[in-house]
C-alpha cells in the first residue's frame, strides 16, 4: 500500500495568516497516462463528513474558495489557506486514489491560534 | 440534491454480524463507484472498500478483507457492507462515498454521506 504522512499533525495560524499542510507520499502518484497526480484533499468540521477540497493535487472542487490551494507532484504536495478565516477550523485529510487500495493521511488538525 | 444516506449501524458483539446499507438519490446511480470509508472515534479516516459500476470490480483493505463483502443493487440505487465476525476495532462511523469521475478519470470522492455508527463490544 502506499503510504500517506502528513505535516504537522496539528497547525495553530492567526486569522487572516497562511496555514500550509505537507502530505508526502511512499511512491509517486503521478498517473502517466494523463499526467495527472492522483491525491485528493480533504476537509472535516466536527460531527460531519469529510469534504473533498482539491483533486488532482491542484484542482479546487466546485464552490471551495480560492483562497484554498492545492500545489505539488509525484511524492510530495502541499495544501495552502492562503488568509486563514474562522470557518477553516477542522482536520484536513490527503488521500491517494492512484492504487486501487486508497490511503489517507493520518489528518492534520487547524485551529486559530 | 445529490445525497447518500447510510444505515443499518448498531451495538453488535463481537463475532457477530450486521449489514450497513447506503440509498442514494439526485445523481444516476449505475454510472457512479462507490467506497465505503470509516473513521474510528477520534481517529483518521480508513478506507474500507470499493465497488465499480456494475459490481464487477471489488476492492478490501486488507484489514477487512475475508470479513466483509460489498455489493450493490442498481436498480434499487443502493450500496451495502456486510459485515462478519465482527471484532472490537470495526468499531466507527462508516461512510458511503461516490467515486467522483471527469472525462473518465477519478478525482476523489466528491459526495459522502453523513454516516452509520458500529459499535462492536460485549
Known amino acids: 500500500d502506499i503510504v500517506m504522512t502528513q505535516s504537522p499533525d496539528s497547525l495553530a495560524v492567526s486569522l487572516g495568516e497562511r496555514a500550509t499542510i505537507n502530505c508526502k507520499s511512499s511512491?509517486?502518484?503521478?498517473?502517466?497516462?494523463?499526467?495527472?497526480?492522483?491525491l485528493a484533499w480533504y476537509q472535516q468540521k466536527p460531527g460531519q463528513p469529510p469534504k473533498l477540497l482539491i483533486y488532482w493535487a491542484s484542482t479546487r472542487e466546485s464552490g471551495v474558495p480560492d483562497r484554498f490551494s492545492g500545489s505539488g507532484s509525484g511524492t510530495d504536495f502541499t495544501l495552502t489557506i492562503s488568509s486563514l478565516q474562522a470557518e477553516d477550523v477542522a482536520v484536513y485529510y490527503c488521500?491517494?486514489?492512484?492504487?486501487?487500495?486508497?490511503?489517507f493521511g493520518q489528518g492534520t488538525k487547524l485551529e486559530i491560534k | 440534491e445529490v445525497q447518500l444516506v447510510e444505515s443499518g449501524g448498531g451495538l453488535v458483539q463481537p463475532g457477530g454480524s450486521l449489514r450497513l446499507s447506503c440509498a442514494a438519490s439526485?445523481?444516476?446511480?449505475?454510472?457512479?463507484?462507490l467506497n465505503w470509508v470509516r473513521q474510528a472515534p477520534g481517529k483518521g479516516l480508513e478506507w474500507v472498500s470499493y465497488?465499480?459500476?456494475?459490481?464487477?470490480?471489488?476492492y478490501y483493505a486488507d484489514s477487512v478483507r475475508g470479513r466483509f463483502t460489498i455489493s450493490r443493487d442498481n436498480a434499487k440505487k443502493s450500496v451495502y457492507l456486510q459485515m462478519n465476525s465482527l471484532r472490537a476495532e470495526d468499531t466507527a462511523v462508516y461512510y458511503c462515498a461516490r467515486d467522483g469521475r471527469v472525462g473518465g478519470y477519478p478525482y476523489g470522492m466528491d459526495v459522502w454521506g453523513q454516516g452509520t455508527t458500529v459499535t462492536v463490544s460485549s
Open positions: 465497488i465499480s459500476t456494475s459490481g464487477s470490480t471489488i
Open positions: 488521500q491517494q486514489f492512484y492504487r486501487t487500495t486508497n490511503t
Open positions: 511512491q509517486s502518484v503521478l498517473y502517466s497516462s494523463n499526467n495527472k497526480n492522483y
Open positions: 439526485g445523481f444516476t446511480f449505475s454510472t457512479y463507484s
